[in-house]
């Protein structure tokens, strides 16, 4: 088993920064891929970006040049560092992990990120 726990959001204005951090516990040996995915009021939840355990990343359209994600994997720990947030990122934030041997996803409890106009 796998324990995610997110850190970092807020409430920020329009043009601002926010950094995410996830901190995972438990067998975080099995952990291949770590990222990011949103939540946003009466919409689907949506990959924002991810990291492979060699480094690899892949990011959505509406994020890519404003944030990036990066890994520590140490610890395992995984951010998000998120610049020039706009209205429309406001969404609860949700760390994913995957177990590289059968694919096994665990999700964090999400983190409310508010960008204001």
């Known amino acids: 088993q796998v324990q995610l726990v997110e850190s970092g959001g807020g409430l920020v204005q329009a043009g601002g920064s926010l950094r995410l951090s996830c901190a995972p516990s438990g067998s975080i040996f099995s952990i291949n891929s770590m990222g990011w995915y949103r939540q946003a009021p009466g919409k689907q939840r949506e990959l924002v970006a991810n990291i492979a355990r060699i480094g690899s990343t892949n990011y959505a359209d509406s994020v890519k040049g404003r944030f990036t994600i990066s890994r520590d994997n140490a610890k395992n720990w995984v951010y998000l560092q998120m610049n020039s947030l706009k209205p429309e990122d406001t969404a609860v934030y949700y760390c994913?992990?995957?177990?590289?041997?059968?694919?096994?996803?665990?999700w964090g409890q999400g983190t409310q990120v508010t960008v204001s106009s």
């Open positions: 994913n992990a995957k177990r590289g041997y059968d694919g096994t996803t665990y």
